[in-house]
């Protein structure tokens, strides 16, 4: 069942639960995009396609809060929002040691073939600027849980960088060590934007599961 945050004639804010994807895939395992198109079919009772338009992403282990608009206009506005950082989001994430507090600045290179991103030199072909800042807010068993504010969006970008920094995510284990059956400890706990036609300043938050590693932690936000 879709958790929707909050909706109007123009955009749908939801919850994204971990493991699914935000649009189909090679899995083909129900993904965000068709949830909420069949979500708009079914309470409006609207016949034949429905329109329904995703302006982010957010990685498939990865869960948290997600946008997708109503309208094409609404797309195309939120969609430069996002491209232009004029639209923000803030994680939380649980990662390995006592991380504090920082700016991580990389440059990152993906190879398609095997998903997977890695830290580079400048100037290496296919290379990718990337920065974010992030800060401590509680330690526990071992782990920081940590707010993780981008200036870009790269793909994997903070699994990458925490790891390379020497803080990898907790239950990572494409880039940390992570153990089957661990989840990814990613959350995608805060969505600032502008209303694409009110061009009202919104904010919009999610609490990240009551499960591991997240329930060790006391800090509410």
Not at 32 to 57: D, N, T
Not at 140 to 151: D, I, N
Request: hydrophobic share 40%; charged share 25%.
């Amino acid at each position: 069942m879709l958790e929707v945050i909050h909706e109007d004639n123009h955009l749908l804010v939801v919850v994204k639960p971990v493991n699914v994807p935000a649009q189909a895939d090679s899995s083909g395992d129900m993904d965000m995009l068709s949830l909420v198109k069949a979500y708009i079919k079914e309470r409006y009772q609207k016949p034949g396609a429905v329109y329904a338009g995703l302006v982010h992403r957010l990685d498939r282990p990865a869960g948290g809060l997600m946008v997708f608009a109503k309208t094409s206009k609404a797309a195309a506005r939120l969609s430069v929002q996002f491209q232009s950082h004029e639209a923000g989001r803030s994680y939380l994430a649980a990662v390995e040691g006592d991380a504090g507090a920082g700016t991580l600045t990389d440059y990152l290179c993906k190879d398609g073939g095997k998903n997977r991103v890695t830290v580079v030199q400048a100037g290496t072909a296919g290379a990718k600027w990337a920065q974010l800042c992030y800060e401590t807010v509680e330690r526990r068993g071992g782990l920081s849980l940590v707010r993780v504010e981008l200036s870009t969006g790269r793909p994997h970008q903070i699994r990458v960088q925490m790891a390379n920094a020497g803080f990898p995510l907790f239950g990572d284990q494409r880039y940390g060590r992570g153990r089957p059956g661990q989840q990814l400890a990613l959350w995608g706990a805060e969505l600032r934007l502008t209303h694409p036609t009110r061009r009202e300043s919104m904010t919009f938050r999610a609490p990240p599961p009551k499960t591991e590693p997240w329930i060790q932690f006391k800090w509410k936000g």
